[in-house]
């Protein structure tokens, strides 16, 4: 079987396994996403390591599969962005700035107090902590618009405590490389870091809240077929870039802005509902899938799994304690503030792309890095239950 074809094969059954796993998972009682994140565990090296399997061993085969991965991760946080009510959001606005704090701060601590003991340096140690403080809520968003609470006053404190959790981690990642790398200190370096996200973030918002609204009236009526849900790709692949290279945070970040700037714009209800299409027909499911084809439970020895679980006890417990500490102080009730520190425990792509610095670094051994990936499987497999829990009686069926 040529390549061409073993890719169609392969995105066939991974689709399917996502599909009827998260069907299978809703008879149960729990998230269609916690199916389908499963479904990519099993079909990954812990057990059937399809990538390696006739006619799929092709290295080009993997690449693609986890590149179309990051667009659905991108997709994701677009469609996240879009369902946001701005106004909502910007009333809880002191709350995600206080979990999204709280929420590094915690992490980096508790990690690093963690590691010290087990024989690694203060530089390691307080790198792994570093690692456990970037929160991918692309999930918890999953579940929540699942549950149709994704606009609750939790959720919004959410999306926006994500946003403040991105930047302090890229800030931090990047003072530390520049302080601790071979390179040392270099005041101009940090000052450049510093400029390129306070610019990103302010051309962003500037252009993202005065000019899309002026342009997507007159592109909704364009005589060209899915003129605006085209348009809609495009603003979201191309934000999600801008943020990565113009301003050194995540691309989710970019395609979360993206999905805000137009859920103020009148074609709103058109985008949502041609991009919830796209999204979650193909996108979605190939990228839970690969949150599993990424992990391999028997790279881990004794000693390694003991360590990484211990480390995932403290990545979910310094998330719930410090986001919910910060929701808390931010005016919410024991109550809320619990479900918005359960939904910061997932860790995801920001949380990989922290490790592979340090891996590169030299701050953190492969041994270590593998224990992550699988950090970050837990933390998303046990997110989406959780967050069920947490709601158990309030949820509300979407239309």
């Not at 403080?133 to 006053?153: D, H, K, N, P, Y």
């Not at 520049?178 to 302010?202: M, N, S």
Request: charged content about 10%; some cysteine; proline content about 4%.
């Amino acid at each position: 079987m040529s390549s061409e074809l073993a890719i169609l094969l392969l995105l066939a059954i991974i689709i399917f396994a996502a599909k009827a796993a998260g069907f299978l998972s809703t008879r149960l009682g729990q998230p269609a996403v916690l199916g389908e994140l499963t479904a990519g565990l099993l079909l990954g090296p812990s057990l059937i390591d399809i990538l390696n399997q006739t006619p799929f061993a092709a290295v080009h085969l993997e690449e693609t599969v986890f590149l179309l991965a990051e667009v659905g991760v991108i997709f994701l946080m677009f469609m996240a962005g879009l369902e946001v009510d701005l106004e909502g959001m910007l009333g809880v606005g002191r709350a995600s700035v206080l979990v999204g704090v709280l929420g590094v701060v915690a992490p980096v601590a508790l990690g690093a107090i963690t590691a010290l003991p087990q024989g690694y340096s203060w530089e390691a140690s307080l790198f792994i902590g570093i690692v456990l403080a970037a929160t991918s809520v692309s999930i918890s968003a999953q579940t929540l618009i699942e549950f149709g609470r994704l606009r609750s006053r939790e959720g919004l404190s959410l999306l926006g405590a994500a946003v403040v959790d991105d930047v302090l981690v890229i800030l931090v990642l990047s003072f530390f490389v520049a302080f601790v790398g071979p390179a040392g200190a270099d005041p101009l370096q940090l000052t450049w870091i510093v400029i390129r996200v306070v610019l990103f973030f302010a051309v962003t918002l500037a252009l993202g809240f005065w000019l899309l609204p002026l342009l997507t009236g007159p592109i909704a009526n364009l005589t060209i077929s899915e003129g605006i849900t085209a348009f809609a790709v495009i603003l979201a692949l191309t934000l999600a870039w801008t943020a990565e290279i113009g301003g050194g945070v995540a691309a989710i970040t970019g395609a979360f802005l993206a999905g805000l700037f137009l859920s103020r714009t009148h074609p709103r209800q058109d985008m949502e509902r041609n991009m919830h299409a796209l999204t979650y027909s193909f996108f979605v499911p190939i990228f839970l899938v690969s949150v599993g084809l990424r992990a391999d439970l028997k790279t881990l020895g004794e000693a390694g799994m003991g360590f990484m679980l211990a480390l995932t006890a403290v990545a979910v417990l310094s998330k719930v304690l410090g986001c919910g500490m910060g929701a808390w102080l931010g005016g919410f009730t024991p109550k809320q503030a619990l479900r918005v520190g359960i939904g910061m425990i997932s860790r995801g792509e920001v949380g990989l792309i922290v490790a592979a610095v340090g891996l590169v670094e030299g701050f953190i051994t492969t041994e270590t890095y593998t224990g992550v990936v699988v950090l970050v499987v837990i933390t998303t497999l046990i997110t989406p239950p959780l967050l069920r829990w947490s709601f158990a009686g309030e949820e509300v069926q979407n239309g």
